[in-house]
């Protein structure tokens, strides 16, 4: 009998990208091509919104050095000092929120903004000062008065109704699946109360390391949100390539608490992606956590990603995402002058004072 | 007590060296430059010697080379041109549509942002500090708008206390020069909206005299 011939399958007709030994094991690590077909252009006029985890600063401001424009709806003010902008975390992300690890932190936030949800009025008081609980760490030194708390916060939910309605993009990096809540009152930490700030009370912090369904079902009023908001935004979702610092789960290893969160959420993002059309997913995660790149882009303490590993994703994501040739760095604003002519009289006062003998 | 002061800072220094002229006080130093240049990096110092570096200050460099050798206690106003942070700050309140900096960022920002904008000043007094010198500073007797007042006197409280904390002793010559509305008609020159007289700059001579017995 002949050998029995090889039948047409949906393999045969597929392209290099598709099989791991062409587009990963013989490409090498700097020939990774195609990685993802994106489902929209960004242009550098489109105003690009970032919120998320820390990964998320990295793309704002990679962003912001090929020239694109990355919306700041929360800038610093104009006399502040390098230094002291980033002591008070302006211009990290889009609005001042601080890191936004989870999906549930990111509703919150964003339904607080729109009026969806009511504020919490949760403070907390330490050696005089008052912290926000939803970002304790966003000015040093907390702040004086419970109403600077909210007036900061007020503030910041303006940024964020500022930066939804008129962003053509809003990336959001998912970070974390552990989750800390008050089981009262439902408030979402960004982190475990204690750690940084505030006083850990084990009968009201709860940390819940959300599964899949529940970060879909915190995901999907995220995404009507945004639409109804904004009806031409687009979505850019990745998963943090950064492992977790801690699991809160004794029992569990780092590492497999990791694997766990980032699968969870990589889950989460492709689906959502995959589901909606003003929705896409940008694998940076995969870029820098594949075999192939032998951890080559995280530092020694194998968790911070190398300016190296920035420089690699945002490459591929320009590619992916760009419509033009790439430009410089944007000019630096003009800094006021105003009261400068006030002084002239000044000048001359002085050449008179030493004129006079 | 000295007979002689070693004066620096911006053009309101010249109320005060007028009132040392006429009280017979000695003096050395005088002003500086228009306080907006003492915002930027004004100095070098060479060896123990106090060197201008603002251009165009060739002339009046001599003046100040012995900032740093001289017993003579210094009185300053370098840093204290608060007109320019208030006229800074209501424009920025203008382009906002706030009323106040509290509409706009915390008071740790408001008050990041008054030491940044002095930072060279603070460091001026800083560096007088570690030199061992003897120093007494005063605010410029600003005459601002008086939607202007309400700023300047909280960056001046800000930037008073910062001084302060480098060990240099705060001349308060506001009590009686001025008022809600700024300083005092018969304080101020003729003809000039902004800067002080003779008489303001004895009062000042007359607050670091009393310090003499601190």
Redesign the interface.
């Known amino acids: 009998m002949p050998p029995e011939k090889v039948h047409d399958n949906p393999y045969k007709t597929l392209s290099a990208r598709n099989f791991w030994r062409t587009a990963i094991a013989e490409s090498g690590p700097f020939g990774v091509f195609g990685i993802h077909r994106a489902k929209f252009r960004i242009s550098q006029s489109d105003k690009i919104v970032t919120a998320g985890s820390c990964f998320a600063q990295n793309v704002g401001r990679a962003l912001q050095n090929k020239g694109y424009h990355w919306f700041n709806a929360e800038p610093a003010?104009?006399?502040?000092?390098p230094e002291?902008v980033r002591?008070?975390n302006y211009d990290v992300f889009s609005f001042r929120t601080g890191n936004i690890y989870s999906v549930a932190l990111l509703r919150q936030w964003l339904e607080w903004a729109f009026g969806d949800l009511q504020q919490s009025d949760e403070v907390w008081f330490e050696d005089g000062r008052f912290f926000d609980p939803v970002r304790p760490v966003i000015?040093?030194?907390g702040?004086?008065s419970r109403k600077?708390v909210f007036?900061?916060r007020a503030?910041t939910l303006a940024a964020i109704r500022s930066a939804v309605q008129q962003a053509q993009v809003f990336v959001f990096t998912l970070g974390q699946t552990e989750t800390w809540v008050n089981n009262r009152t439902g408030l979402v930490y960004p982190m475990c109360p204690g750690t940084q700030k505030g006083k850990f009370d084990g009968g009201l912090h709860e940390m819940i390391d959300f599964s899949y369904m529940p970060i879909r079902e915190d995901m999907m009023p995220v995404l009507e949100l945004l639409r109804r908001e904004n009806p031409a935004i687009k979505v850019l979702l990745t998963v943090s390539p950064v492992p977790l610092t801690a699991t809160a789960k004794a029992e569990e290893h780092a590492l497999v608490a990791n694997t766990y969160t980032k699968s969870t959420l990589r889950a989460v993002a492709g689906d959502m992606a995959n589901g909606h059309n003003f929705v896409d997913y940008f694998p940076s995660y995969e870029l820098l956590t594949a075999p192939s790149f032998r951890g080559m882009f995280y530092a020694p303490n194998a968790r911070t990603i190398t300016k190296e590993g920035i420089d690699f994703v945002m490459k591929h994501f320009f590619k992916c995402f760009s419509h033009a040739e790439e430009i410089g760095p944007g000019q630096e604003a003009n800094r006021?002058d105003?009261?400068?002519d006030?002084?002239?009289?000044?000048?001359e006062?002085?050449l008179d004072?030493?004129n006079a003998g | 007590m000295p007979d002689e002061v070693f004066l620096v800072g911006d053009s309101f220094v010249i109320a005060i060296a007028q009132a040392a002229k006429a009280t017979g006080l000695g003096y050395q130093g005088g002003p500086v430059s228009a306080g907006r240049f003492l915002e930027e990096p004004f100095y070098r110092i060479e060896q123990d010697r106090f060197e201008i570096t603002l251009e165009g200050s060739g002339p009046i460099r001599p003046l100040f080379h012995d900032l740093l050798r001289s017993s003579a206690p210094v009185i300053s106003t370098v840093g204290f041109n608060s007109h320019r942070l208030a006229a800074q700050f209501t424009a920025l309140y203008r382009t906002q549509g706030v009323a106040h900096y509290s509409e706009m960022m915390s008071g740790d920002v408001f008050a990041a942002c008054v030491l940044d904008a002095r930072a060279v000043a603070l460091e001026f007094y800083r560096m007088l500090a570690d030199a061992g010198r003897k120093v007494f500073f005063t605010c410029s007797p600003q005459r601002v708008p008086l939607p202007e007042l309400e700023v300047l006197r909280e960056a001046e409280t800000i930037l008073i206390d910062a001084v302060s904390a480098t060990g240099a002793v705060f001349l308060d010559a506001r009590p009686g020069t001025a008022n809600a509305q700024g300083l005092l008609p018969e304080f101020a020159l003729p003809e000039d909206t902004i800067h002080a007289n003779a008489g303001w700059g004895q009062i000042v001579l007359d607050l670091w005299a009393a310090r003499q017995t601190d």
């Open positions: 003010p104009q006399f502040l000092s002291n002591r008070f000015e040093p030194n702040f004086a600077e007036d900061a503030r006021s105003s009261a400068a006030g002084e002239l009289v000044c000048d006062m002085i004072f030493y």
